[in-house]
């Protein structure tokens, strides 16, 4: 079984400031991990993913992540906020693939909002 | 660029009636989801594909069904919609790794 935790559902920073956003995973296997940003009324676009290998991952929009296996987590982070930034961001999680499906594990979802 | 494309951003539909909500990718892949989408609740799956007329129950199949003639298209259906199934729902599909997403279709029961 496998799960995701997205502590609070939402995050205020100022414009300028650094984002960070958290997540943390439960999998019984090494899983793959995934951030993706949902604009309003629009559907789900993948920020960035981590399979294998370097466990900082660089997206799109200057985010990245880091992999910490001893912590079981996959933060996400920006070092400078933007306006356009303001969205929904939702962590996932999926053991890796061995078969006939790739179900993915989302956590909840954080609403980041950007102050001027 | 994987496009995924759902056959209406919005929908208003009447209790009772059938509805028929489309989904096509135009890259090939062999899973394709169904998820609905609802304040707090974050996205829940309803049913997946892993081949055509192959499909296996998720989360929250109750008050729906789905399907999957062609590789390509992805149908979801709620039998008698009910008002408690007003909700946006969301197409994805994928191939090895992460899914690639529609823009959703906002389904209003009244």
């Known amino acids: 079984a496998q799960s995701v935790t997205q502590l609070g559902s939402h995050v205020s920073v100022s414009e300028g400031a650094l984002v960070l956003l958290r997540c943390n995973y439960s999998s019984s296997v090494p899983p793959y991990l995934f951030w993706y940003v949902q604009y309003p009324n629009q559907g789900l676009q993948l920020l960035l993913k981590?399979?294998?290998?370097?466990?900082l991952v660089k997206g799109i929009n200057g985010f990245e992540a880091e992999f910490k296996k001893s912590e079981t987590s996959f933060h996400l982070t920006k070092p400078s906020a933007h306006m356009s930034d303001a969205a929904e961001y939702f962590c996932a999680v999926n053991m890796k693939f061995t078969g006939a499906n790739s179900k993915l594990t989302f956590g909840k979802g954080i609403t980041l909002s950007v102050r001027p | 660029d994987v496009k995924v494309t759902q056959s209406s951003r919005y929908l208003v539909k009447r209790t009772g009636e059938k509805v028929f909500l489309e989904c096509v990718q135009d890259m090939d892949h062999e899973n394709m989801f169904w998820y609905r989408q609802d304040p707090g609740l974050g996205l829940r799956l309803i049913y997946f594909?892993?081949?055509?007329?192959?499909?296996e129950k998720g989360d929250i199949p109750e008050g729906y069904s789905v399907s999957r003639e062609k590789k390509e298209r992805f149908s979801l259906i709620l039998e008698s919609a009910s008002t408690n199934q007003t909700s946006m729902y969301l197409c994805?599909?994928?191939?090895?790794?992460?899914?690639?997403f529609g823009p959703g279709t906002r389904l209003t029961v009244l």
């Open positions: 981590y399979t294998t290998g370097a466990t």
């Open positions: 594909s892993y081949d055509v007329k192959m499909k």
């Open positions: 994805a599909s994928s191939f090895a790794s992460g899914q690639y």
